[in-house]
């Protein structure tokens, strides 16, 4: 999509989102290669960084540290940010908007679960099963951010 943005002079991007367990896969950085030696500019990657794979935790096993210096390496223009900040997050969207030449990676470090009183604390694979009772807590906690969030904004 990218190529095709450039070739047609289009004034679209394309984004691709990706998660740091699947930068485990040969396939992420071969199309890594490939977007960097064809320049393509109207390419960007939000990369998940949350620690987390199918397997478990990524440290002490499989990690992919140093991630912003392997997507360098790669030729990307790399930018982080705190991936639960919507502002830093829309900044680095910009930046990453206005670089030529070459493709941008944003790495968003993220919590998995970020929020929820349970997923959040728990040290568990990417994919979460959760009790019938952690579910209805976390909805519950769910249902009391969205009463703040409409009662703020009618306030």
Not at 93 to 109: D, T
Request: aromatic share 8%; hydrophobic share 40%.
């Amino acid at each position: 999509m990218a190529l095709a943005a450039r070739v047609q002079a289009a004034p679209w991007r394309a984004y691709a989102l990706v998660g740091d367990g699947e930068c485990n896969e040969g396939s992420v950085w071969e199309s890594a290669q490939i977007a960097s030696n064809l320049r393509l500019d109207r390419l960007t990657v939000l990369l998940d960084r949350n620690g987390k794979s199918s397997y478990g935790p990524m440290a002490g096993r499989n990690d992919v540290a140093p991630l912003a210096d392997k997507w360098r390496a790669f030729g990307w223009d790399v930018r982080e940010c705190d991936g639960h900040d919507f502002v830093g997050l829309s900044e680095a969207l910009a930046r990453a908007e206005a670089v030529e030449g070459r493709p941008a990676a944003i790495i968003c470090n993220t919590i998995k679960g970020k929020g929820l009183p349970y997923t959040e604390t728990v040290n568990t694979k990417a994919h979460i099963l959760i009790s019938d009772r952690d579910y209805a807590d976390c909805l519950a906690y769910l249902d009391g951010v969205e009463k703040e969030i409409r009662d703020g904004c009618s306030a």
